[in-house]
């Protein structure tokens, strides 16, 4: 069953900075901050949110329904997603505008500096889960515009379908209100620790009042694995070890495709989140978001290898 994918369609252009930010921001200076940094590597790469997860949902066998517009210089992008047979049918194209970009530059303590240009995402509003004709299993709702998110969050409810709320760096952009409106119709919300910390800056609750208002709570580490709680439970996911790390870029939204390919197919949320694990791993072995491969076979290999479970993804 398809998982919708509300978010953005990006051109990601990546670059690697040799040194650390710290040692080129002054903490108290920071009022007439003006800095640049001298890049070694740029890499233009398919990006955004929907599409990188749609990605590795369709490596592991999934079937990701991307919800979002894409610009008047998306034909290219377009080809791309059908080549790889993605559907394009609920993807919108934008006349006037190009599609939305983001300049990325990651230091080599893998902390990261974005400037992200809107493009046609600001039409994303205008997308109406409605208009859908598919069964949707569950439906993410990802960083986009703000009234787009909120949109298609009660689109989906009203709908009955699960949603999880995947808000990203455009939590800053939510009100308090906006954000626990969200979180009631949610039955997921998945952040990085950072994005948490937001989270509970935003709505005042903790992580045990937030499961009063989600069934489950999912906070990826990074490195350090990730953590999914409900009110019962709480699992602790190692990190699958990766063989590089070239570019962790990505990583967070390989690893929504593997746990949510996983949960569409019935496994439990431990399953769920070691698969999020080994596809992540698989993302930062690649520069870029959309650079990894795998098969069906090399996966279930890499997650016996890891977690010394038997993981079966044939249909």
């Not at 051109?11 to 930010?21: A, H, L, N």
């Not at 998306?74 to 006037?96: V, W």
């Not at 990505?250 to 080994?278: E, I």
Request: hydrophobic share 35%; charged share 20%.
């Amino acid at each position: 069953m398809p998982i919708l994918l509300s978010g953005s369609i990006a051109y990601d252009y990546i670059m690697d900075f040799p040194d650390s930010f710290k040692n080129h921001i002054l903490p108290d200076q920071i009022h007439i901050l003006s800095v640049a940094f001298a890049v070694e590597k740029m890499q233009k790469n398919y990006g955004g949110t929907a599409a990188n997860i749609a990605y590795s949902i369709k490596l592991l066998g999934g079937d990701p329904l991307i919800f979002a517009p894409i610009g008047s210089d998306g034909k290219e992008y377009l080809e791309y997603f059908k080549n790889f047979g993605i559907d394009t049918d609920y993807i919108s194209p934008s006349k006037d505008l190009l599609t939305s970009s983001a300049h990325i530059i990651t230091d080599k303590d893998d902390n990261q500096i974005t400037a992200f240009y809107a493009g046609a995402g600001i039409e994303a509003d205008k997308l109406d889960v409605n208009n859908i004709k598919k069964d949707i299993k569950i439906a993410l709702i990802c960083a986009a515009k703000q009234t787009a998110m909120i949109a298609h969050a009660k689109q989906c409810f009203d709908l009955k379908i699960p949603i999880c709320f995947d808000p990203g760096q455009q939590i800053t952009a939510l009100s308090p209100q906006e954000v626990a409106a969200i979180l009631g119709q949610s039955k997921f919300l998945i952040v990085n620790d950072y994005e948490m910390k937001l989270v509970q800056e935003k709505t005042g609750w903790d992580g045990e009042e937030l499961l009063n208002h989600v069934e489950v709570l999912i906070t990826t580490l990074g490195s350090k694995g990730s953590v999914i709680r409900t009110k019962n439970e709480i699992f602790e996911i190692a990190a699958c070890p990766p063989q590089s790390v070239d570019d962790p870029t990505g990583a967070g939204d390989a690893y929504r495709s593997g746990f949510f390919t996983g949960y569409v197919r019935g496994f439990d949320y431990k399953t769920c989140g070691q698969m999020g694990s080994v596809a992540a791993t698989y993302a930062v072995e690649k520069y870029g978001t959309q650079n990894h491969k795998f098969t069906i076979e090399e996966f279930e290999k890499r997650y016996k290898n890891t977690y010394s479970q038997t993981l079966s993804l044939k249909t």
